[in-house]
């Protein structure tokens, strides 16, 4: 068979050079341009030859929409039931998920409870290319684990991989993780774009072929992304992410990308001696260690994916010296927003925070997206701004305008069930929302509000 010339495509973007360079030049990443052979016209037309004569074979792997089923247990479920939620309602047969997350936060220890729970399905096969079976059983009998159909494997070859996973058929298989996979059939090393795209196409086509489910542990690089090429987020079926402060007993998983069910979906968990273990009542676990009475703290009910959570804003001013430029220090809100919410606070309240420093913090590690938290965030800056305390039982809801109007908030009835269950007495509400709120009854007490001068007014 004729060789063809070498060509250097880029594994992000398949941007394709003549020589090698260091930088894309179509995306802009560093070390992603590798060599391959380019396929020469004769090949290229038998191929095309090849390809006419099998689509007949093709012909029977398609099948009318009208005629494929769903077997009952289209899902397995667990009885952790946040995880389950997560998956939106079960793990899917045949589907793929890519867990990411730093070194050392708990990603093999969760996964490792996960195929405790799946082995009541059938056989659940732990494939480590980083610890030895028995190193893994070790963390197994400290996790309390025990199951006849939980088998463990130590390889990174992916076509062995494969081979086994083809003839035994396990239910669920976990590969901890992508990183150490490599094929004999690419000449880079493991962990390389390359050998990563090809271990995962792999991963995905046995899982679709045979129904098999897959976990995948993916490592992520300094600045948060997946390490290896952008194409391994596209081709699984769901993507969460692990996250939690370095220290801090908590941790937080979050779905970025689900085909089977809601993104933005939020779990939190805490560190136990005896593993992973879902918070319930994942409020509450926010909300603890606050006084009756507080200056510049607010409560917001936010939307994460189908849960509200409700999180406290904390605002601190101080004088800046008038050196330099004043500090906007922001942790878990959008520095942007804030922005924006002091420049409302200064027109439409009369709020002189230009000399001044401004600290915002969320306790917990968990990052605001939802506009409907705006009110509270300015109300805790006002609240320090004038040095008022806030009743620690009274949450506000509303998004603001430039115009200072307070704008509709989307699924209104669950954010107030949320603050009824943790026992809320007061709640500030926008007025767009009314005729939504009177046709239900809640047992706190709703204060609409028009825009920042009828606030103004009740203070």
């Known amino acids: 068979m004729a060789k063809g010339k070498s060509v250097y495509v880029c594994s992000e973007c398949?941007?394709?050079?003549?020589?090698?360079?260091?930088?894309?030049?179509?995306?802009?990443?560093?070390?992603?341009?590798?060599?391959?052979?380019?396929?020469?016209?004769?090949?290229?037309?038998?191929?095309?030859?090849?390809?006419?004569?099998?689509?007949?074979?093709?012909?029977?792997?398609?099948?009318?929409?009208?005629?494929?089923?769903?077997?009952?247990?289209?899902?397995?479920?667990?009885?952790q039931s946040e995880f389950d939620r997560l998956l939106g309602g079960g793990l899917v047969q045949g589907e793929v998920v890519l867990l990411t997350g730093n070194p050392g936060i708990g990603k093999s220890t969760l996964l490792l409870q996960m195929a405790k729970e799946y082995s009541d399905y059938g056989d659940v096969l732990y494939v480590s290319g980083e610890e030895s079976p028995a190193q893994i059983k070790s963390r197994g009998e400290r996790l309390g684990i025990k199951s006849r159909t939980l088998y463990l494997m130590s390889e990174t070859d992916i076509d062995k991989i494969s081979e086994y996973v083809s003839v035994k058929k396990p239910k669920v298989v976990i590969v901890d993780s992508i990183q150490t996979l490599y094929s004999e059939n690419s000449d880079s090393i493991a962990g390389t774009p390359t050998q990563i795209r090809e271990a995962t196409l792999k991963i995905v086509e046995l899982a679709k072929r045979m129904g098999i489910s897959f976990f995948i542990v993916g490592h992520i690089t300094k600045d948060g992304k997946v390490a290896g090429p952008k194409l391994l987020e596209h081709m699984v079926d769901a993507v969460f992410s692990?996250?939690?402060?370095?220290?801090?007993?908590?941790?937080?998983?979050?779905?970025?990308?689900?085909?089977?069910?809601?993104?933005?979906?939020?779990?939190?968990?805490?560190?136990?001696?005896?593993?992973?273990?879902?918070?319930?009542n994942s409020s509450e676990f926010f909300l603890s260690e606050r006084e009756e009475k507080n200056i510049g703290s607010m409560i917001v009910p936010v939307l994460e994916g189908t849960k509200v959570f409700l999180l406290e804003i904390q605002s601190l001013l101080t004088e800046s010296g008038g050196i330099g430029i004043p500090k906007r220090i922001v942790q878990g809100f959008d520095r942007n927003r804030i922005q924006i919410l002091m420049a409302i606070g200064e027109k439409r309240m009369g709020m002189n925070l230009g000399m001044k420093d401004v600290?915002?913090?969320?306790?917990?590690?968990?990052?605001?997206?939802?506009?409907?938290?705006?009110?509270?965030?300015?109300?805790?800056?006002?609240?320090?701004?004038?040095?008022?305390?806030?009743?620690?039982?009274?949450?506000?809801?509303g998004e603001l305008g430039l115009r200072g109007e307070i704008r509709k908030v989307f699924f209104i009835d669950k954010r107030l069930r949320e603050l009824e269950k943790l026992g809320?007495?007061?709640?500030?509400?926008?007025?767009?929302?009314?005729?939504?709120?009177?046709?239900?009854?809640?047992?706190?007490?709703?204060?609409?509000?028009?825009?920042?001068?009828?606030?103004?007014e009740r203070m």
């Open 14 to 79: 398949g941007y394709k050079t003549s020589k090698w360079v260091g930088k894309c030049m179509n995306c802009g990443s560093w070390g992603t341009i590798e060599e391959q052979e380019e396929i020469s016209s004769s090949v290229s037309s038998s191929k095309v030859n090849r390809n006419s004569l099998s689509l007949v074979d093709t012909e029977k792997k398609v099948s009318p929409f009208s005629n494929i089923t769903i077997e009952e247990n289209f899902r397995f479920k667990t009885k």
């Open 359 to 397: 600290f915002i913090n969320i306790p917990g590690g968990i990052s605001i997206k939802d506009p409907s938290a705006d009110l509270g965030a300015l109300i805790s800056l006002l609240s320090v701004y004038k040095n008022v305390a806030i009743s620690q039982k009274i949450a506000a809801i």
């Open 242 to 280: 692990f996250e939690g402060e370095e220290g801090l007993f908590y941790r937080i998983l979050r779905s970025t990308k689900n085909r089977f069910g809601s993104t933005n979906e939020l779990a939190v968990y805490s560190m136990e001696e005896d593993g992973m273990r879902e918070v319930q």
């Open 424 to 456: 809320f007495k007061g709640v500030y509400v926008p007025e767009a929302n009314r005729k939504e709120i009177e046709k239900k009854e809640y047992k706190l007490k709703l204060i609409y509000l028009k825009n920042l001068e009828e606030f103004l």
